[in-house]
């Protein structure tokens, strides 16, 4: 009988670890340190052979 409960708090102390482990993720945080914007586009916009209009 004992080890229904323990079988039951296993499990709860699993999903509240899982939770924790999820909560620690880095979804919607800005990227650290200096990020050119300008530099990136262009480069993406390079490797596709397009021309970047937004300049003109």
């Known amino acids: 009988m004992e080890w229904i409960f323990i079988c ?3 499990g ?3 999903l509240v670890g899982l939770f924790a482990m ?3 993720g880095h979804d919607g945080e800005s990227v650290k ?3 050119d ?3 990136y586009k262009q480069n993406e916009l ?3 052979g397009l021309f970047d209009k ?3």
Do not use: Y
Request: hydrophobic fraction near 50%; proline fraction near 0%; avoid cysteine.
């Open 33 to 35: 340190g200096h990020f």
């Open 22 to 24: 999820a909560g620690h």
């Open 46 to 48: 390079s490797k596709r």
């Open 8 to 10: 039951i708090a296993m």
């Open 37 to 39: 914007f300008d530099r």
């Open 12 to 14: 709860i102390a699993a």
């Open 54 to 56: 937004t300049k003109w």
